[in-house]
């Protein structure tokens, strides 16, 4: 192992790279401020032993091509890995591994404070405080929706949420989940397993935990929207291409839901002009994992993968093959 060489394709904290350099690694690293593009990595994947790269690189067939010859893993610094052909890296024999748990709680965390801001109206009153248009206290000013006492719908129950659904205990919430199966610790918390259409008729938030595959792909559309309360509001920290953008700009303007947070995007990093204008939606730019510790530990246990595999060992979170 000692002497392979890595491909980092973006910069990643220091410690990852400890982990790496201490197992005698050499690092091929991107050195520009912006990602890659596909040519970019097919160029900067070949020759490599091991691959550790992040959730908006495109690891398709031809990068995976490109690195197949030499690479025995591609270790992702997310949970999510949509960006990532798993289907042809198990054909070139590489192991795909990513960074489930590290990130739950501080993904919880920003789903909850998107929740907040989207219930509270945070991002018109900031907007309001920061312009100088603020003319002091009203009876009628910014009035938003209550949290405390409603009901929260979660769809995707896996590890964020449930993570979430545990944060609105405290919160005194009637919990309603959609999954594929039922899920015991969602039972615990008091959790009602019910149909998407039910969960999407009885909640007054919506907050969306499953991947991105071709089963939940524009999960969250037209039909989807008008199933949904007066008056909620969608939570997005999943990925963007699993709400329908252009149905939910439409129905952001009709009303229904009242507002949304997105932390995710279909395109991201672009974001259509209509839904940056729509003073209802709370905007961040995929931020859910972005605390110093948990990003630490992404890249930590991204690298220790590489070393694994490198040294012939099983990875300790691989990606299933499909
Ligand atoms: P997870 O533990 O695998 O949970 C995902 C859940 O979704 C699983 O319980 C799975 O059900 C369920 N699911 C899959 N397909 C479904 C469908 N068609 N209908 C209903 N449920 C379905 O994953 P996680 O760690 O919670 O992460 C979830 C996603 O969050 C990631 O894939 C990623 O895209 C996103 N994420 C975003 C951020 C961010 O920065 N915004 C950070 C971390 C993660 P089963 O249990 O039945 O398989
Ligand atoms: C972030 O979006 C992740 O999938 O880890």
Redesign the pocket.
């Given at each position: 192992m000692t002497g392979s060489t890595v491909l980092i394709t973006r910069p990643i904290p220091e410690a990852g790279i400890r982990v790496l350099q201490s197992a005698g690694l050499k690092l091929r690293m991107n050195q520009r401020t912006r990602q890659y593009a596909e040519d970019e990595l097919i160029d900067a994947a070949s020759g490599v032993q091991a691959i550790v790269c992040q959730l908006a690189d495109p690891i398709n067939r031809a990068v995976l091509a490109a690195a197949a010859p030499s690479c025995k893993i591609v270790a992702t610094c997310a949970?999510?890995h949509d960006n990532i052909d798993v289907g042809a890296a198990a054909e070139f024999g590489m192991t795909v591994t990513h960074t489930?748990d590290v990130?739950?709680e501080a993904?919880a965390d920003l789903t909850w404070a998107l929740l907040l801001a989207a219930a509270r109206r945070l991002g018109e009153g900031e907007r309001l405080v920061r312009a100088g248009a603020w003319r002091g206290w009203g009876m009628m000013q910014l009035l938003g929706a209550d949290v405390f006492g409603r009901t929260l719908g979660v769809?995707?129950?896996?590890?964020?949420?449930q993570a979430v659904a545990r944060r609105a205990r405290g919160f005194d919430m009637t919990i309603l989940y959609?999954?594929?199966?039922a899920k015991p610790a969602m039972t615990e918390l008091g959790a009602r397993h019910v149909p998407l259409d039910d969960l999407l008729a009885g909640s007054d938030f919506v907050t969306l935990?499953?991947?991105?595959?071709p089963?939940?792909r524009h999960l969250i559309g037209a039909e989807e929207f008008a199933r949904m309360r007066r008056g909620a509001i969608l939570i997005n920290?999943?990925?963007g291409a699993v709400v329908d953008q252009a149905e939910l700009i439409r129905a952001l303007r009709d009303g229904t839901p009242a507002a949304a947070g997105l932390?995710?995007y279909d395109g991201e990093p672009a974001v259509p002009q209509e839904l940056l204008k729509l003073e209802n939606a709370v905007l961040l730019p995929?931020?859910?994992?972005a605390t110093v510790s948990t990003r630490n530990r992404m890249a930590e246990m991204a690298a220790r993968e590489v070393v694994a595999v490198l040294s012939g060992e099983a990875a300790a979170h691989p990606v299933p093959r499909p």
């Open positions: 949970v999510g489930p990130l739950t993904t769809v995707g129950a896996g590890r964020i949420g959609a999954a594929r199966s935990h499953v991947p991105l595959t089963d939940t920290t999943a990925r932390d995710v995929h931020i859910g994992s």
